[in-house]
C-alpha cells in the first residue's frame, strides 16, 4: 500500500535495537481515514464475506482490528493481556514471548466470545518476529475456529516473523514489508 509506506518514510523514525517508531499516526495518534483505507485495502486480499470475526491482540492493534471490523460490519475481538476480574469462565490461552516489551505475556481470549463457528480474520498493527500473530493462531486453532488470515499494516521481513508464518502455510498479507531500516533509510520488500 503506497500511501502507507510513504507515510512510514516521512513520519516514522527508526530507533537503537531495530524499533521502528509509527506512533504518529498508526498506533497511539491514530489517523483514522488512514486506518479506513487500510481496511479497505485487506479487504482486497480476504473474503470478508465469509469472515465472522476479527481478532486482535492488545493493546496497539484494537484500532486497526476495530477500523477493519467497523467497515466490514463484523464483531471484534482482542487478546488480553492480564486476566481481569470480568472474565468469566474458561479461557483460550497462549503464551508469547513479547519483543516490544522484551517479556513473556500470556495471550487470553474467553471462550464466551469464541467458537468453533467462526471464521477468523486477525488483525495488527505490526510485526516484528511474529510472536503475537502465532500465539492467536494458537488462539484460533484452540477454539476449533477457522483462521481465514492475518493482515498485518507493517512488517519488519528481516525479523523473519512473517516468513515463518508464510511457509506454515498461513495467509498473511502485510501492507508494508520493511526489509532494512536505519535512520534516513528505510527498504521495502517489493510487492508481491
Not at 506512533?23 to 491514530?30: Q, S, W
Not at 499494516?153 to 511457509?167: N, T
Amino acid at each position: 500500500m503506497q500511501e502507507l509506506k510513504e507515510r512510514i518514510v516521512k513520519e516514522g523514525k527508526v530507533l537503537p535495537g531495530n524499533i521502528i517508531k509509527v506512533d504518529g499516526f498508526l498506533n497511539h495518534r491514530i489517523d483514522t481515514g488512514l486506518l479506513t483505507r487500510i481496511a479497505e485495502e485487506f479487504g482486497k486480499y480476504f473474503n470478508m464475506d465469509e469472515v465472522t470475526m476479527v481478532l486482535t491482540a492488545e493493546a496497539s492493534g484494537i484500532a486497526l482490528a476495530t477500523a477493519v471490523a467497523t467497515y466490514f460490519h463484523k464483531p471484534m475481538i482482542f487478546a488480553k493481556k492480564a486476566k481481569s476480574d470480568n472474565i468469566e469462565g474458561g479461557l483460550y490461552q497462549s503464551d508469547i514471548y513479547s519483543y516490544t516489551y522484551k517479556k513473556k505475556v500470556t495471550l487470553l481470549v474467553s471462550k464466551e466470545w469464541l467458537s468453533s463457528d467462526d471464521k477468523v480474520l486477525i488483525i495488527d498493527d505490526f510485526m516484528a518476529n511474529g510472536e503475537a500473530m502465532r500465539g492467536l493462531c494458537d488462539i484460533v486453532t484452540a477454539a476449533g475456529a477457522t483462521l481465514m488470515g492475518i493482515g498485518c499494516a507493517v512488517e519488519k521481513g528481516f525479523q523473519g516473523g512473517g516468513d515463518r508464518l508464510r511457509a506454515a502455510g498461513v495467509n498473511l498479507k502485510s501492507l508494508a514489508i520493511i526489509e532494512s531500516a536505519e535512520p534516513g533509510n528505510i527498504v521495502f520488500r517489493d510487492d508481491d
